[in-house]
C-alpha cells in the first residue's frame, strides 16, 4: 500500500547527541517536504527536495540538514541536539507537478531534547 | 507574497450543530487552497482542495468549502458535526506562481473544533 513513513514516531535525548529523523514514501513521489510544527501553532516549511540530489532551504530557518540520495528517502538530521529542537517534525511527499497535487503527510516525530 | 488567516483559534459546537471554521487568504496570483485535518497524535490529512473548476469544493466526511474572490474567502462548512469531527483545522495556500511548479505550501495557526455531545 502507498504510504508515508516516519521513524521514530517519538524520541527523547539528551543535549548534544546526532540524531536522524527518517522518512520514506512508497508513491513514488518526486517532492519531499519537512516541515516543524510547535504544540497548538502552524506548520513551517524547514526543508524540501524537488528529487534526487535536491535540497532546498525552507521558510524556517533550521540547524538541520537533509539529503535525497533516493527518490524514497528522505532522512533529517541534527549534528548536535539542542532543547531548542524540542518540536514535532512532519514529512510530506507530492507529484511534482503544476500547482494542485496535494501533499501527503506521515504521522509526526515528536522529538524531545533534555 | 503568499498569506492565510485563520479567524478563530477555538471553535466549540454541539454535536448535530452545523460547523463554521473561517479562513481568509491573501495571493498575488490565482491561488490553490487547501483544508487539512490533523487528529491527536496523527499526520495532517487532506480534507478538500479548490482546483478552481469549481468555486464549491466538497471534500470527505461532509465537509465543504466555498472561494469567494470578492470576500478573499475559502470557509470550511459541515451542516451537522459528529464527534469524531473533533481536531485541528488548518486553512492553508500554495506559494505558486503563475506557468510554474507546484509551490510551497503556506499553513494558517490552525482551528482547534471542539465537539459537545
Known amino acids: 500500500e502507498a504510504d508515508i513513513y516516519q521513524t521514530p514516531r517519538y524520541l527523547v535525548i539528551g543535549t548534544g547527541k546526532k540524531i536522524t529523523l527518517e522518512c520514506s514514501q512508497t508513491?513514488?513521489?518526486?517532492?519531499m517536504y519537512w516541515y516543524q510544527q510547535d504544540p497548538g501553532m502552524e506548520l513551517h516549511l524547514i526543508h524540501y527536495?524537488?528529487?534526487?540530489?535536491?535540497?532546498e532551504k525552507g521558510d524556517l530557518s533550521s540547524e538541520s540538514t537533509v539529503s535525497r540520495i533516493r527518490t524514497e528517502h528522505f532522512p533529517l538530521t541534527l549534528e548536535s541536539a539542542r532543547p531548542s529542537h524540542t518540536s514535532q517534525y512532519l514529512c510530506?511527499?507530492?507529484?511534482f507537478g503544476t500547482g494542485l497535487s496535494e501533499q501527503f503527510f506521515g504521522p509526526g516525530t515528536r522529538l524531545t531534547v533534555l | 507574497a503568499q498569506s492565510v488567516t485563520q479567524l478563530d483559534s477555538h471553535v466549540s459546537v454541539s454535536e448535530g450543530t452545523p460547523v463554521l471554521l473561517r479562513c481568509n487568504y491573501s495571493?498575488?496570483?490565482?491561488?490553490?487552497l487547501f483544508w487539512y485535518v490533523q487528529h491527536p497524535n496523527k499526520g495532517l490529512q487532506l480534507l478538500l482542495k479548490?482546483?478552481?473548476?469549481?468555486?464549491l469544493v466538497k471534500g470527505i466526511n461532509g465537509f465543504e468549502a466555498e472561494f469567494k474572490k470578492s470576500e478573499t474567502s475559502f470557509h470550511l462548512t459541515k451542516p451537522s458535526a459528529h464527534m469524531s469531527d473533533a481536531a485541528e483545522y488548518f486553512c492553508?495556500?500554495?506559494?505558486?506562481?503563475?506557468?510554474?511548479?507546484?509551490?510551497?505550501?503556506?499553513f494558517g495557526k490552525g482551528t482547534k473544533l471542539s465537539v459537545k455531545p
Open positions: 527536495s524537488y528529487g534526487v540530489n535536491s535540497t
Open positions: 510530506a511527499s507530492s507529484e
Open positions: 479548490y482546483t478552481s473548476a469549481a468555486t
Open positions: 492553508v495556500v500554495s506559494q505558486g506562481v503563475p506557468g510554474g511548479s507546484q509551490g510551497n505550501l503556506i
Open positions: 508513491m513514488g513521489h518526486d517532492k
Open positions: 495571493s498575488s496570483y490565482s491561488p490553490s
